[in-house]
């Protein structure tokens, strides 16, 4: 120690020094103390079991794991707030917590922001997580919120609707109005007065647009009003809107979904794994079919929800079948001609050589395959020449039915959708 | 008046007299001790009382946690008031400030001579538990090392070391402290 050191030294323990001058004790206040520390004293004398130690002793301190946790490393000057336990609670907390809040966060976004699939996926995973009908129906309808609230904030920032969006609106109503089918009334109208709900807003939304119009908003406004009306139907006959809801939307299927400017114009109930069904204006008048019984013939061919119904007993085991009719009829038909089918333009030639339709592919909010319309031999021709009997979808961009009305064309063969 | 020995071992026995002893021999200097470092004699008092309790409570255990009474005293006493700074990390100057009249000083080196402990006790408090209290031990209680040492149960070695940090932290806070008051 330098000279200049002792000389700081002292100076600091002169400064201290200031502390020496303590007072006198008050001795009333002593000799109290001294009193009570006696009989403290005898008090304890007397006692069989003295009191445990103030301070535990370190022999039976419950220390032994934490010992063992330090021991893991041994390295001196460790830095204490960074230890092993202390990693695994940080990774922890990233894993599950920072995993949470992103998916809290996605919540918020809209189909135009990178969080958006992460906010499906939750609601995917939500719904696989729901154990009963009743919870699935009503998270379904509140995903169906979901998705009608993402096109408000979308109309609200001047951005255009996405076909995906409605979409998956459609497969929630779809899956929504399916699990209705095998419930109580009471679902019925919960999806009932929720459907009116959201068509007031959709229509709010339509009114806000000042101009032109947005022609996904459209089809939506059109799907629910389509849905609205499937739900006054069950009103009046409940059982069969059971029967047709339970087929048409069997769960974990998608639906196809038809454009706003092919709402079908027949409502016609096809219900039935007819193989597909004709777009255009059915008369039951002018359905004859022609059958053999011959052959099994059917396949479920693509559900074209609201669409035209398949021919009944049209199904004749392959051959070129030309359906005469649509309408309300049950069972498999291996397809249907687009357009507006007359008695005299169908006339389904049979020869009962061999089963019909295969399993047209659904299509999620797309065109639906052509189902049933390779029915044994059958010739198809689909309009414009690009859609088959395997369901193809047609040309994206002519979103209108290409077949012309006497056009043969099997498997209810849907204009794909852009 | 028992010898070292003897007053042990008629401690550890709770004989009055010899507790008695120890209380009129310690107490006074555990209550300037206690003062030094709280500033309050109410608190010096209260850290005195709970001290000798705690000591018979050690003694009626039989545990032999006691084998050296001024060492053992100095130790729980220093432990009550780390407690008590870690209970008001933020110390609290009483608006009630203890102002007794010195006959031997003017009022206004009085005032001086009070902010000056309180700017040295603040600065104490700044320190770690086992600085403070080799420091206090050494300069204000005028202990040797080996007093220390077993007072603290540490090494000659490492009581030396912690008297040579804890000076250096003190001249840093005092002089921080000047500086925020400048």
């Not at chain 1, 001294?34 to 009191?51: C, F, H, I, N, T």
């Not at chain 1, 007031?200 to 406004?221: A, C, F, K, N």
């Not at chain 1, 799907?223 to 006959?237: K, P, T």
């Not at chain 2, 507790?19 to 021999?25: F, T």
Request: glycine fraction near 12%.
């Amino acid at each position: 120690m330098n000279g200049l050191e002792a000389h700081l030294e002292d100076e600091l323990i002169d400064r201290i020094a200031v502390l020496r001058n303590a007072p006198d004790r008050d001795p009333l206040k002593a000799a109290a103390g001294k009193v009570g520390y006696l009989e403290q004293a005898s008090y304890l004398s007397r006692m069989k079991d003295p009191p445990l130690a103030v301070s535990i002793q370190p022999a039976v301190r419950h220390n032994g794991w934490i010992s063992h946790v330090h021991s893991l490393s041994k390295r001196k000057e460790q830095y204490s707030m960074f230890t092993v336990m202390t990693t695994v609670m940080v990774l922890v907390a990233l894993m599950f917590g920072g995993g949470g809040a992103t998916v809290y966060a996605s919540q918020a976004s809209l189909p135009d922001q990178a969080l958006y699939p992460l906010k499906t996926a939750s609601e995917d995973f939500r719904l696989s997580l729901a154990g009963n009908s009743q919870t699935r129906l009503e998270l379904l309808l509140e995903f169906t919120d979901h998705r009608i609230s993402e096109f408000a904030a979308l109309k609200a920032a001047g951005e255009p609707a996405p076909q995906e969006t409605a979409d998956r609106l459609q497969a929630e109503y779809g899956l929504a109005l399916q699990l209705a089918a095998g419930m109580d009334d009471a679902s019925h109208a919960l999806i009932r007065n929720r459907l009116q709900d959201q068509e007031r807003i959709m229509q709010m939304l339509q009114d806000s647009i000042r101009s032109g119009s947005d022609p996904v908003l459209e089809q939506v406004q059109a799907m629910i009003r389509r849905h609205l009306a499937d739900l006054e139907q069950g009103v009046q006959d409940p059982e069969t809107f059971r029967r047709r809801m339970q087929f048409e939307y069997r769960e974990g299927q998608p639906m196809p979904l038809l454009p706003a400017s092919q709402t079908p114009q027949c409502t016609g109930n096809s219900y039935g794994p007819g193989p597909g069904a004709a777009l255009g204006t059915p008369s039951c008048a002018e359905c004859t079919p022609v059958q053999d019984g011959t052959g099994p013939g059917p396949g479920p061919g693509p559900l074209q929800y609201g669409g035209t119904p398949a021919a009944p007993g049209c199904q004749g085991a392959g051959g070129e079948v030309e359906p005469q009719c649509t309408g309300n009829s049950y069972g498999p038909g291996p397809g249907a001609a687009l357009g507006t089918p007359s008695c005299a333009e169908c006339t389904p030639v049979q020869d009962g050589t061999g089963p019909g339709p295969g399993p047209g592919p659904l299509q999620y909010g797309g065109t639906p395959a052509a189902p049933g319309g390779q029915g044994a031999g059958g010739e198809v021709t689909p309009p414009g020449g690009q859609e088959s009997g395997g369901g193809q979808p047609s040309d994206p961009g002519n979103p209108q039915p290409t077949a012309e009305p006497g056009g043969e064309q099997y498997g209810g063969g849907q204009p794909g959708r852009p | 008046m028992f010898p070292d020995d003897l007053l042990l071992e008629r401690l550890h026995c709770l004989d009055k007299q010899a507790l008695a002893e120890v209380y009129d021999r310690h107490s006074p200097e555990l209550f300037r001790y206690a003062w030094r470092m709280l500033g309050d004699s109410d608190l010096a008092e209260e850290c005195v009382a709970e001290t000798f309790s705690r000591f018979l409570q050690a003694l009626a255990r039989q545990n032999g946690a006691v084998r050296s009474v001024r060492p053992y005293l100095y130790r729980v006493a220093h432990n009550w008031i780390t407690d008590y700074y870690r209970r008001n990390s933020q110390l609290i100057l009483p608006l009630d400030v203890e102002m007794r009249a010195d006959c031997r000083l003017e009022p206004h080196q009085e005032v001086d001579l009070k902010l000056e402990q309180e700017e040295v006790r603040r600065a104490l408090a700044g320190l770690t538990a086992d600085q403070r209290q080799v420091i206090v031990l050494r300069y204000l209680e005028d202990w040797q090392f080996e007093e220390i040492s077993h007072a603290i149960g540490k090494p000659i070695g490492a009581v030396k070391a912690l008297q040579h940090r804890g000076l250096c932290a003190l001249r840093r806070l005092l002089v921080k402290h000047l500086e925020v008051i400048e």
